[in-house]
């Protein structure tokens, strides 16, 4: 059965409460689902902290960066989850955001 989940990426919450700033996007998901989700997110967290630690090392291109790679990655298909499982203004949101357009192409 599937519930009502506020999700903010900025702060990787998924609630089933509204407050504050958690609403940036809406999704209808099963708990496997949000499950699924918040490891996609959790990954993209401890990508996060690789990548800021990477950074330290300036003789390291972006480029060439398995951790900036991961984190790409992570987001890229945290947002595409968001998006399958979104209401209309969310699909709407990531749309307007331009995140998943290079794997639609």
């Known amino acids: ?10 702060s990787h919450e998924i609630s089933q409460v509204r407050y504050d700033n958690n609403d940036a996007f809406v999704i209808y998901a099963t708990e496997d689902e949000a499950r699924q989700l918040r490891q996609r997110l959790d990954g ?6 690789q990548a800021f630690w990477r950074a330290h090392v300036p003789i390291r291109p972006y480029h060439n960066d398995q951790p900036n790679d991961n984190y790409d990655a992570g987001i890229t298909a945290a947002f595409q989850m968001i998006y399958e499982l979104g209401d209309k203004e969310t699909k709407k949101h990531i749309e307007s955001m331009g995140v998943l357009t290079d794997n639609r192409m």
């Not at 059965?1 to 900025?10: D, L, Q, V």
């Not at 993209?44 to 902290?49: A, P, T, V």
């Open 1 to 10: 059965m599937k519930k009502k989940f506020y999700i903010n990426t900025g």
């Open 44 to 49: 993209m967290h401890i990508s996060d902290r």
